[in-house]
């Protein structure tokens, strides 16, 4: 897996599956939650990496 | 709020303990035990693949219980809070990791993560047993 994409996306679902599991009782609730962390975790990325991109190490 | 609007489930305080022992032992089986089959499945492979992901990826797994590098005891810590699975792994070898892996800092923060949620996985099954989760 040295896709940095794919690495994000399988982090992403398995941590907002098990936040989804814990935060929430109702099967809807918790798919709406984890699809709804799972995309925060997704854009935060790409907008942190998007704007660390005039700044190479 | 009252203590009866919080329980949310049957309390059962003396199957905490166990609870709390199997869930830190093996992710997911806390939840089983008590009952809570759906809960326990799915933690046990959504943690479990965050760590074997993380193992694939060349991940170190050394045990670090200095206080010369507070970081490092941190991260060793929240690895060791995967349980049975992280002993297992370092007793077939996979201890050391690869640092000159493109994937390497990725294996860390994939097994580091996996046991900072079991942790969470932990107390919510003490939770559960106390009857203030279902």
Redesign the interface.
């Known amino acids: ?2 896709s940095h994409v794919v ?1 994000l996306v ?2 992403s679902a ?2 907002s ?2 936040f989804a ?2 935060l929430r ?1 109702e099967l809807r609730s918790r798919v709406r939650f984890g699809l709804w962390a799972f995309g925060c975790f997704v854009l935060s990325t790409l907008v942190l990496g998007w704007l660390m991109n005039p700044f190479p190490s | 709020m009252s203590d009866s609007h919080v329980r949310a489930g049957a309390a059962d305080p003396a199957r905490a303990l166990p609870a709390c022992l199997f869930a830190w032992l093996v992710p997911g089986a806390g939840h089983l035990y008590l009952g809570r089959r759906s809960k326990g499945l799915v933690f046990l492979g959504a943690i479990g693949a965050l760590f074997l992901l993380g193992v694939a990826m060349d991940s170190r797994l050394q045990l670090y219980l200095g206080f010369e590098d507070p970081l490092a005891l941190l991260f060793s810590l929240a690895q060791m809070a995967m349980g049975l699975p992280y002993f297992a792994a370092r007793a077939l070898g996979y201890e050391a990791g690869q640092v000159t892996s493109v994937t390497y800092e990725y294996g860390n923060t994939f097994t580091a993560v996996a046991g900072l949620l079991n942790i969470l996985v932990v107390l919510d099954a003490l939770d559960t047993a106390r009857g203030l989760k279902r």
């Open positions: 897996m040295s690495t399988v982090f398995l941590v599956t098990v599991t814990l009782d």
